[in-house]
Structure formats: C-alpha cells, structure tokens
C-alpha cells in the first residue's frame, strides 16, 4: 500500500513523517528526503524518477509519502491523507519551525496562506482522509493509521 500525504506548509507533514518512522513505519519526505528540487520560479518540484524510485521500493509492503507537489497527480496512491490547520496554527509553525528555514519570513507566510485558500480545495476531493492537525502528533498518526486499517504502534 502507497499512502500520499499532503497539505500545504506547516500543516505537520514532517512532523508526522517523524512519528510513523518512530512506530517502525516506512515514511518519506519529499522535503526532507531529497526528493525535491527548486524550480526557476521560486517553487520546488518532485524529482520524479527518485519518487518513482521510493514508490517502487518492493521491500516495503505499506509506505508513506509525504509532499505536495503538482507533481504528485503523476503518481498512483492506494490512499490519500490531507493534512490541515487553522491558518493561526499554520502560521505560528512556520514562524517558529527549526528544520526547515521555508515559512519564517511574512511573505513566505502569506504565500503559504494564499495557496491553501485555492490548493487545499483541489486537495480535498481527492482525499480519502481529511486529518485537522491542531492536535498531537501521536493522534494524528493514530487517526491515518486507523484509516488504513494498521494498529497505532504507540510503544
């Protein structure tokens, strides 16, 4: 099984990664993981034949990704995970977030609340699972988890 998780920055995709990984899960970041790449634009894209490479893996029998991307209509994805939060959650996650410098200044910021307005629709209709992040992570990984039918792991 192929689990997408999305969202727009600061809606806990990295943080969320963590905790799988921590519960013994297969999880990537398309950030974090080198799977992106900047693009001429300012924006980042997927590199394509690494994700293709990762979802391919024939090792892992349930994989999580997590990234978003235009890219990421590309690919087939047994199931899908949108990951949102008030817009004062997201903004204050990017305000103070250390792994990733992306967010920290009020442009970045406002850039990240505009695309949520227009991208988090289109997001949501190919959602099978709409997860609001404004609570703890281990709850988060519960309710994904629960979805697709897998045992939290909390240990």
């Known amino acids: 099984m192929r689990v997408l998780i999305t969202g727009v920055s600061g809606t806990g995709k990295s943080s969320l990664v ?59 994805f047994d199931y899908t995970v949108l990951l949102t939060a008030p817009d004062d959650v997201i903004v204050e996650r990017l305000r103070t977030r250390t792994s990733n410098p992306f967010g920290r200044a009020p442009a970045e910021r406002r850039r990240v609340l505009d695309d949520k307005s227009w991208v988090e629709p289109l997001l949501r209709r190919v959602a099978d699972l709409t997860v ?3 609570i703890p992570t281990a709850d988060v990984a519960d309710a994904v988890l629960g979805a697709i039918g897998q045992p939290p792991h909390r240990g």
């Open 18 to 76: 963590l905790e799988l990984r921590r519960r013994g899960f297969v999880a990537y970041d398309a950030d974090d993981d080198g799977l992106t790449e900047p693009k001429g634009d300012g924006t980042w894209a997927w590199r394509i034949e690494r994700i293709r490479s990762v979802l391919d893996d024939q090792h892992a029998d349930l994989l999580f990704l997590a990234g978003c991307s235009e890219e990421q209509s590309r690919f087939r």
């Open 132 to 134: 609001e992040t404004a």
